[in-house]
């Protein structure tokens, strides 16, 4: 890969994240709203989270790991409480294992082999700390045009840019990674970005405000969801 000499790295989206080989270190997924802080949240409850690129794909997962199915943020019901809704998933029973479906973060995860890192605004210097001297991809997962083209998030590149500016001592940073880590740097107000960019604006006038507030949460959490077997669980 183009970034291969250097030691911090920045990338976007599943083709992004498909260039990076196991061998060359850590993969740190990043999809701010919502489905690594909504992995944070749960995993610092105990659960351990299968992700799974499609509905279809996690229901077969949930049935062959016994694990809760996350539904869609307006089908909970008090009998099924679990969506990618981190408020939901902070309030609802902590299932010992939730498949989290979704086309972005979740998707790029289930294709992920190596060393691989949920990070989001919640937990960037905790994943840093983490990684000690090895070499890291950090990968933002973005959403998706109507197409199913890449749609670049503002979220998920400030929440890269988080994760990357901790990681500031850590090695030779490539010039993607320099610019994502200047764009979270040089943001004069992280949380009122994530507030009003469009992902934000479009989960708060759905009536989810607060997993938009949760996700702002910046370094709030000191867990590290590490995927092992398949699933997000605590360093």
């Not at 229901?59 to 009998?79: F, M, N, Q, Y």
């Not at 890192?117 to 990968?139: F, S």
């Not at 197409?147 to 500031?168: H, I, K, M, Q, T």
């Not at 880590?181 to 949380?191: F, H, L």
């Amino acid at each position: 890969m183009p970034q291969e000499p250097y030691g911090v790295r920045f990338e976007w989206g599943p083709f992004g994240a498909a260039r990076v080989v196991s061998s060359e270190g850590a993969l740190v997924i990043v999809d701010v709203l919502s489905f690594t802080t909504a992995v944070s949240v749960a995993v610092e409850r105990g659960t351990a989270v299968h992700p799974a690129a499609s509905r279809e794909a996690g229901a077969a997962l949930a049935r062959r790991t016994g694990g809760e199915l996350a539904v869609g943020r307006g089908e909970v019901t008090p009998e099924h409480p679990w969506s990618l809704s981190p408020a939901a998933l902070g309030a609802a029973p902590a299932p010992a294992r939730l498949v989290l479906p979704s086309p972005n973060g979740s998707a790029i995860a289930a294709a992920a082999s190596g060393v691989v890192a949920a990070g989001c605004l919640r937990n960037a210097r905790a994943v840093a700390a983490w990684l000690g001297d090895e070499p890291v991809t950090v990968v933002a997962a973005g959403e998706r045009w109507p197409d199913g083209s890449l749609r670049p998030a503002l979220e998920d590149l400030l929440g890269a840019g988080a994760v990357l500016a901790a990681l500031a001592r850590h090695g030779a940073e490539s010039p993607e990674a320099t610019a994502a880590r200047s764009a979270y740097e040089s943001c004069r107000s992280v949380p009122d970005a994530v507030r009003h960019c469009a992902s934000g604006v479009e989960l708060t006038s759905g009536g989810f405000e607060a997993d938009v507030e949760i996700a702002i949460e910046v370094d709030a959490s000191d867990v590290v969801p590490l995927l092992v077997d398949g699933a997000f669980r605590r360093s």
